[in-house]
């Protein structure tokens, strides 16, 4: 069994304004700083195999301060790079909100494909195949650190949520969370763990059970 670890990256400035996408220099802000310093702290009872992150700076300053506290390198791959948002990269959702196919993809995501880039399928099945990769290689904990949609997209791959509904997902950033996986199944430990509310467990209360007999 490996228990992988879904991080997003840590707040940047273009959330909730516009699509940043796969845009190069996009940075954490300050609140994402703090942010991920207070990541790194729920991490120091845990044992992490392995780190692997977004090839995007955000994510990758999201990743490096944790693979520091544990002394592991940071793997960059390109399985766990944000949805390539072609056309509509750089727009505000203001503008967005206009368009037809916008709307559309937004009531059909499993669906539409973004103008010049890429299909939900599509993210699933890079996002699945390095995890699949990485289940027969690691039997620990292994943090995968990337973005809002391929998360909800291979959380929805694993528990059997149609694509479309990947909206009724919500992946915060920052937040942790969990999938447990063998050749049996795959368990949902966590979802949207930030660790700032006092009612949600802390990821070292989120118990990985045996599977039973």
Not at 46 to 51: G, L, Q, S, T
Not at 81 to 107: C, H, M, Q, V
Not at 191 to 205: A, E, F, V
């Amino acid at each position: 069994m490996t228990t992988f670890v879904l991080v997003r990256h840590g707040h940047c400035d273009p959330v909730g304004k516009y699509i940043a996408g796969r845009k190069s220099g996009i940075k954490l802000s300050e609140t994402g700083k703090k942010q991920v310093r207070k990541l790194v702290s729920r991490f120091n009872e845990i044992k992490i195999e392995a780190i692997y992150s977004s090839p995007l700076e955000r994510a990758i300053e999201t990743a490096s301060p944790l693979a520091e506290n544990k002394r592991l390198k940071v793997n960059v791959v390109e399985e766990l790079l944000e949805i390539d948002y072609g056309n509509w990269t750089g727009k505000s959702f203001e503008e967005l909100s206009a368009e037809p196919l916008w709307r559309l993809y937004n009531t059909y995501r499993g669906r539409v494909r973004i103008p010049g880039g890429e299909m939900i399928p599509e993210v699933v099945s890079r996002m699945s195949a390095l995890i699949e990769k990485l289940r027969r290689i690691y039997q620990g904990t292994v943090v995968l650190v990337s973005h809002g949609d391929p998360i909800k997209s291979a959380i929805a791959h694993y528990i059997g949520v149609p694509l479309d509904f990947i909206m009724r997902l919500d992946v915060q950033p920052s937040s942790v969370s969990i999938l447990s996986i063998d050749d049996y199944e795959a368990r949902l430990m966590t979802l949207n763990n930030t660790g700032w509310d006092s009612r949600q467990n802390h990821i070292k209360n989120s118990p990985i059970p045996e599977r039973a007999p």
